[in-house]
């Protein structure tokens, strides 16, 4: 048997008008494989919200060899069409109505809503701040894959029903609240949640997800580097192949060294 390493991100939550998205559901670990294909399917961002008139939208699931991590939840809103933070990977920040709530779910929860301010959506590694009276809650922070020693999954910043008030998302492609304008994505590959807008402005969309699978370069894991699929590159001692969208890996062991023996040898075999 051979193990792979894997790291599945899914997509991040839309930011809402104010509230942060929360990001996509973050796993990674080790997985038995054997030669053959295996589909990685990468799940896309929500939609940010759209001020007064539409929610922002969960992010889709990321999967592999029945791995399934969730897409992230979507931030709240506030006017006219008040939505509470959802569940997701990690749950979108409250809106700062009285007894907004927040999402949680595989990740941490987004932070609270307290007016004006919209809570900031949680991230693989924190939760995400709540709002205050006076600015929106920063998205919490993502996790590191030891592998690559990229950030992944990070919240979105939350914003205020107000011109100003605009947070930070968290790190790992967290979206950032703008003041008076709409929110920014989360970052495409990272699945950060989308930034909350402010002022009358719309939520930013959350960012795709990503899947990836590494073993040792030197087929100690079982695994050769004649295996196909994705972006293939290497990190120190191991082979990576990144799928941004989805796609099929397709795993060859690896071989088992010289058939030469001492035995042979003796046969007249190899000569």
Known sequence: MATANYLIVAGGGGGGSPAGG?????????????????????????????????????????????????????????????????????????DPTAGSTTGGGQGNNGGAGIHPGGGGGGGASAVGVAGTAGAGGAGGNGSTWAINSVVYAGGGGGNTTGATGAASGGTGGGGNANNNIAGSAGTNGL???????????????GGDGVGIVAYKTD?????????????????????????????????????????????????????
């Open 191 to 205: 699945g950060g949640g989308g930034g909350g807008g402010g002022g009358g402005s719309n939520g930013g969309r």
């Open 22 to 94: 929360g990001a996509g559901g973050y796993k990674a670990g080790t997985s038995t494989v054997t030669a053959g294909a295996y589909t990685i399917t990468v799940g896309t961002g929500g939609a940010g919200g759209v001020y007064a008139t539409t929610l922002a939208g969960n992010g889709t699931g990321s999967t592999f060899n029945g791995i399934t991590s969730t897409g992230g939840g979507a931030g709240g809103d506030v006017v006219d069409i008040a939505g509470t933070g959802q569940n997701g990977g990690s749950g979108g920040g409250g």
């Open 219 to 271: 087929g100690s894991d079982g695994i050769s580097t004649s295996s196909t699929g994705g972006s293939i590159t290497t990190s120190g001692a191991y082979t990576l192949h990144t799928f941004t969208t989805s796609g099929t890996w397709t795993m060859v062991a690896a071989g088992g060294g010289s058939t030469f023996s001492p035995r042979m040898a003796l046969m007249g075999v190899g000569r």
